[in-house]
Protein backbone atom coordinates (compact mmCIF):
# COMPACT_ATOMS: atom_id res chain seq x y z
CA UNK A 1 0.00 0.00 0.00
CA UNK A 2 3.09 2.42 0.76
CA UNK A 3 4.66 1.42 -2.68
CA UNK A 4 0.95 2.38 -4.39
CA UNK A 5 1.02 5.48 -2.19
CA UNK A 6 4.61 6.47 -2.95
CA UNK A 7 3.99 5.60 -6.96
CA UNK A 8 0.53 7.66 -7.32
CA UNK A 9 2.44 10.58 -5.50
CA UNK A 10 5.60 10.91 -8.10
CA UNK A 11 2.98 10.22 -10.78
CA UNK A 12 0.62 13.67 -9.59
CA UNK A 13 4.07 15.14 -8.88
CA UNK A 14 5.48 14.41 -12.63
CA UNK A 15 8.64 13.12 -11.36
CA UNK A 16 9.98 10.63 -13.35
CA UNK A 17 10.29 6.65 -11.49
CA UNK A 18 10.74 3.01 -12.23
CA UNK A 19 7.38 1.58 -12.07
CA UNK A 20 9.14 -1.85 -12.11
CA UNK A 21 11.62 -1.59 -9.63
CA UNK A 22 12.02 -4.74 -7.67
CA UNK A 23 10.65 -4.99 -3.48
CA UNK A 24 12.66 -6.90 -1.20
CA UNK A 25 12.29 -7.66 2.33
CA UNK A 26 15.19 -7.93 4.89
CA UNK A 27 14.77 -11.28 6.64
CA UNK A 28 16.14 -10.40 10.74
CA UNK A 29 13.81 -11.76 12.62
CA UNK A 30 12.63 -15.17 13.31
CA UNK A 31 8.93 -14.53 12.81
CA UNK A 32 10.15 -13.18 9.21
CA UNK A 33 12.17 -16.53 8.42
CA UNK A 34 9.11 -18.74 9.72
CA UNK A 35 6.61 -16.53 7.45
CA UNK A 36 8.88 -16.61 4.37
CA UNK A 37 6.13 -17.95 2.41
CA UNK A 38 3.72 -15.67 3.05
CA UNK A 39 6.00 -12.49 2.75
CA UNK A 40 7.30 -13.81 -0.66
CA UNK A 41 3.67 -13.11 -2.06
CA UNK A 42 5.17 -9.12 -1.58
CA UNK A 43 8.54 -9.99 -2.40
CA UNK A 44 11.21 -9.53 -5.47
CA UNK A 45 13.86 -10.71 -3.33
CA UNK A 46 14.60 -11.81 0.24
CA UNK A 47 17.57 -10.77 1.88
CA UNK A 48 18.79 -12.21 5.06
CA UNK A 49 20.80 -10.16 7.53
CA UNK A 50 22.40 -12.60 9.29
CA UNK A 51 23.66 -10.61 12.36
CA UNK A 52 20.11 -9.89 13.70
CA UNK A 53 18.61 -13.00 13.06
CA UNK A 54 21.19 -14.54 14.65
CA UNK A 55 21.13 -12.93 17.76
CA UNK A 56 17.11 -12.82 17.93
CA UNK A 57 16.60 -16.04 17.50
CA UNK A 58 19.60 -17.70 19.64
CA UNK A 59 18.66 -14.60 22.26
CA UNK A 60 22.03 -13.72 22.24
CA UNK A 61 23.23 -10.15 22.61
CA UNK A 62 26.63 -9.47 20.97
CA UNK A 63 27.17 -6.52 22.69
CA UNK A 64 27.21 -8.57 26.02
CA UNK A 65 30.61 -9.87 26.82
CA UNK A 66 28.86 -12.68 29.00
CA UNK A 67 26.83 -14.18 26.62
CA UNK A 68 28.31 -12.75 23.30
CA UNK A 69 30.82 -15.80 22.58
CA UNK A 70 27.05 -18.08 22.41
CA UNK A 71 26.31 -16.26 19.28
CA UNK A 72 27.02 -19.05 16.68
CA UNK A 73 26.12 -19.07 12.83
CA UNK A 74 26.94 -22.70 12.72
CA UNK A 75 23.94 -23.51 15.18
CA UNK A 76 21.86 -26.30 13.82
CA UNK A 77 18.61 -23.62 14.01
CA UNK A 78 20.35 -21.04 12.46
CA UNK A 79 21.26 -23.54 9.18
CA UNK A 80 17.61 -24.71 9.40
CA UNK A 81 16.24 -21.56 9.52
CA UNK A 82 18.06 -20.01 6.82
CA UNK A 83 17.65 -23.45 4.67
CA UNK A 84 13.75 -22.71 5.05
CA UNK A 85 14.04 -19.11 3.76
CA UNK A 86 16.29 -20.12 0.85
CA UNK A 87 13.78 -23.42 -0.15
CA UNK A 88 10.82 -20.89 -0.36
CA UNK A 89 12.72 -17.91 -2.06
CA UNK A 90 13.14 -20.71 -5.00
CA UNK A 91 9.77 -22.34 -4.59
CA UNK A 92 8.26 -19.05 -4.77
CA UNK A 93 10.86 -17.73 -7.95
CA UNK A 94 12.44 -14.75 -6.03
CA UNK A 95 16.05 -13.98 -5.46
CA UNK A 96 17.89 -14.69 -2.24
CA UNK A 97 20.67 -12.70 -0.68
CA UNK A 98 22.49 -12.45 2.61
CA UNK A 99 24.34 -9.94 4.13
CA UNK A 100 25.79 -10.04 7.26
CA UNK A 101 29.42 -11.05 9.27
CA UNK A 102 28.54 -15.11 7.93
CA UNK A 103 28.68 -14.29 4.38
CA UNK A 104 31.61 -13.07 4.58
CA UNK A 105 33.39 -15.49 6.89
CA UNK A 106 35.21 -18.09 4.04
CA UNK A 107 34.27 -21.61 6.13
CA UNK A 108 30.76 -20.31 5.67
CA UNK A 109 30.52 -20.39 2.22
CA UNK A 110 30.27 -24.30 1.18
CA UNK A 111 26.63 -24.23 3.26
CA UNK A 112 25.47 -20.90 2.05
CA UNK A 113 26.03 -22.05 -1.68
CA UNK A 114 24.67 -25.40 -0.65
CA UNK A 115 21.55 -23.32 0.42
CA UNK A 116 20.98 -21.44 -2.56
CA UNK A 117 22.28 -17.93 -1.92
CA UNK A 118 22.44 -16.20 -4.90
CA UNK A 119 24.13 -13.23 -3.97
CA UNK A 120 26.50 -12.14 -0.85
CA UNK A 121 27.63 -9.23 0.66
CA UNK A 122 30.11 -8.55 2.94
CA UNK A 123 32.98 -5.78 3.64
CA UNK A 124 35.30 -5.22 1.21
CA UNK A 125 38.59 -6.83 2.72
CA UNK A 126 36.67 -10.49 2.79
CA UNK A 127 35.83 -10.37 -0.80
CA UNK A 128 39.24 -11.68 -1.68
CA UNK A 129 39.02 -14.80 0.22
CA UNK A 130 35.16 -15.24 -0.31
CA UNK A 131 36.11 -15.67 -4.25
CA UNK A 132 39.33 -17.96 -3.68
CA UNK A 133 36.67 -20.12 -2.05
CA UNK A 134 34.05 -19.73 -4.03
CA UNK A 135 35.82 -20.69 -7.11
CA UNK A 136 37.47 -23.63 -5.10
CA UNK A 137 34.00 -25.25 -4.62
CA UNK A 138 31.17 -27.16 -6.64
CA UNK A 139 28.03 -25.91 -6.29
CA UNK A 140 26.67 -29.62 -6.86
CA UNK A 141 29.11 -30.62 -4.13
CA UNK A 142 28.14 -28.20 -1.82
CA UNK A 143 24.06 -28.80 -1.87
CA UNK A 144 25.35 -32.92 -1.14
CA UNK A 145 26.92 -30.97 1.72
CA UNK A 146 24.06 -29.30 3.43
CA UNK A 147 22.38 -31.89 3.75
CA UNK A 148 24.91 -33.63 5.69
CA UNK A 149 25.49 -30.58 8.18
CA UNK A 150 21.14 -30.44 8.45
CA UNK A 151 22.60 -33.85 10.23
CA UNK A 152 24.40 -32.09 12.78
CA UNK A 153 23.67 -31.47 15.83
CA UNK A 154 26.00 -28.81 17.19
CA UNK A 155 27.62 -25.69 16.31
CA UNK A 156 30.35 -27.30 16.67
CA UNK A 157 30.17 -30.45 15.22
CA UNK A 158 29.07 -28.54 11.72
CA UNK A 159 32.27 -26.44 12.15
CA UNK A 160 34.06 -29.97 12.45
CA UNK A 161 32.18 -31.16 8.91
CA UNK A 162 33.05 -28.21 7.28
CA UNK A 163 37.15 -28.03 8.66
CA UNK A 164 37.44 -31.92 7.59
CA UNK A 165 34.98 -31.75 4.14
CA UNK A 166 36.48 -28.69 2.84
CA UNK A 167 39.76 -28.32 5.13
CA UNK A 168 42.18 -28.38 2.74
CA UNK A 169 41.06 -25.28 0.78
CA UNK A 170 40.93 -22.54 3.71
CA UNK A 171 43.91 -21.29 5.44
CA UNK A 172 44.48 -21.82 9.22
CA UNK A 173 43.95 -18.44 9.62
CA UNK A 174 40.23 -18.36 8.30
CA UNK A 175 39.37 -20.84 11.03
CA UNK A 176 37.11 -18.41 13.30
CA UNK A 177 34.61 -20.95 14.81
Do not use: W
Request: charged share 25%; net charge negative.
Amino acid sequence: AFLEQARDELSRAGTPFDPSVEVGLMIEVPAAAMTADILAKEADFFSIGTNDLIQYALAIDRGNEQVAHLFQPLDPAIIRMLKHVADVAREKDIKIFMCGEMAGTPHHIPLLLGIGMDELSMNPQTIPDIKRVIRSLNVEDARSFIKEALKQNTARSTFELIKNTYGDIFSEQMYTG
